[in-house]
């Protein structure tokens, strides 16, 4: 048997990495907030978008690969930004580093995951990419972006839609406390998960690394967590300016859910936006990500680049994001749910199965390039009807 054949779907993977992580770096992963009604929010709006297919235009190989930012990527996803992956899978932030060369997509190193952009971006083949939460403390804002810069990295993300941490209420039911602490409980669920817990202590406790130079590891013995004081900032549009004016590669601004933060966006200089909510694991009150891409695409037309996120779980989601008006998407989950089921082989596995259901789908759909899909509402059935 083939990976293929065990593992033909994200849903595959997802399944069997519940089964090999301890249940509260599960639950940390694939909830979202409350009640968690925007997780299938996300879903439904993407199902729901449907086309029609034309037939006969003889043999079709759609070409996949994809410029954006100057860069051609060999499909027009990547890996998003997912703080602590490490928990996930001891040593995940690797995996994905590696998979982003040998499968040549950018992988986005959050600014809360477990290994540090000075490790991360040698392995990525020139394809890493560098999330900030923006901290508050200008000192440290300067230089996290200037480490990103003297690590090669050129393409740097600001999320913008992390004004409070979020209550999950699975993540806390299952005891996961940020950072994450030793109590009988999370014991009993590593206990249950042996091949990670020797695999986290060969690589080591999953820790903060980007942020260890900021903080007295003695901040973490008491309550409060000193990673909210670093990067529990409240972004405004001066600080996104004022960080456009430090970096000078290109800049996306994340999070971006109204035409207003995406115009504001582009006069702060971004190069482009994510419309995103998180993966639902924010606000559980708002929109689809989905919905809002159209209206985001008409507001800022050719003026910067639109990536998409926020619910991608196969190749037919990025027809549909790239059909409704994106460039280019990210997955967070996708990629944690195949690195956690297959450890080393897994950040590849995932994009083999969707750059193969991205290929398929297209050739049913009788699209030939991305540029036939991208903002093509003429697929859509309502169109055609
Ligand atoms: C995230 N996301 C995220 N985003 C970000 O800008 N910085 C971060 O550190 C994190 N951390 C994080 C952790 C986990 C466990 C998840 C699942 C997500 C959001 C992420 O970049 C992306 O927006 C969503 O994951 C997209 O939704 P899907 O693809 O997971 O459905």
């Not at 200037?146 to 699975?170: C, F, H, K, N, Q």
Request: positive net charge; contains cysteine; hydrophobic residues 40%.
């Amino acid at each position: 048997m083939t990976l293929s054949n065990r593992y033909p779907s994200v849903a595959d993977l997802a399944r069997k990495a519940k089964r090999r992580m301890p249940h509260f770096a599960w639950e940390y992963l694939d909830s979202g907030t409350g009640a968690e009604r925007l997780v299938d929010e996300n879903r439904s709006a993407l199902d729901a978008i449907r086309f029609v297919p034309d037939f006969c235009k003889g043999a079709i190989e759609p070409v996949l690969e994809t410029e954006l930012f100057g860069k051609t990527y060999s499909a027009p996803f990547g890996i998003a930004p997912v703080g602590m992956s490490g928990l996930m899978w001891p040593g995940a932030e690797l995996i994905l580093a590696r998979a982003a060369r040998d499968r040549n997509i950018p992988y986005c190193l959050s600014t809360v995951a477990c290994e540090t952009p000075e490790e991360v971006a040698p392995l990525t083949g020139g394809n890493a990419w560098f999330q900030l939460y923006p901290p508050p403390d200008a000192q440290i804002r300067k230089d996290l972006v200037g480490r990103a810069w003297s690590a090669g990295i050129t393409t740097l993300v600001v999320t913008i839609d992390v004004p409070i941490g979020s209550r999950r209420e699975r993540q806390l039911r299952a005891g996961l406390t940020v950072p994450p602490r030793i109590t009988p409980l999370t014991l009993w669920h590593v206990a249950k998960r042996p091949v990670w817990a020797l695999a986290t202590l060969v690589h080591g406790q999953p820790r903060f690394r980007t942020l260890t130079p900021y903080f007295d590891a003695s901040e973490f013995k008491s309550a409060g967590t000193p990673v909210g004081r670093i990067v529990g900032g409240r972004p405004d549009w001066s600080m996104i300016e004022e960080i456009r004016s430090l970096w000078q590669g290109t800049l996306i601004v994340k999070g971006v859910m109204s035409r207003g933060d995406a115009e504001r966006s582009v006069a702060c200089g971004a190069d482009g936006l994510v419309v995103s909510n998180h993966g639902g694991r924010q606000f559980d009150g708002g929109p689809s990500a989905i919905s809002l891409v159209p209206g985001i695409r008409e507001q800022v037309g050719d003026r910067c680049k639109i990536l998409f996120d926020s619910g991608i779980r196969g190749g037919l989601d990025v027809v549909r994001a790239l059909s409704m008006g994106a460039d280019f998407c990210l997955l967070g989950r996708a990629f944690l749910y195949g690195v956690a089921a297959l450890g080393a082989r897994g950040a590849a596995h995932t994009y083999d199965v969707l750059r193969e259901d991205l290929r398929n789908n297209m050739i049913q759909l009788g699209a030939g390039s991305i540029a036939d899909l991208k903002n093509q509402t003429r697929w859509h059935m309502e169109e055609k009807a």
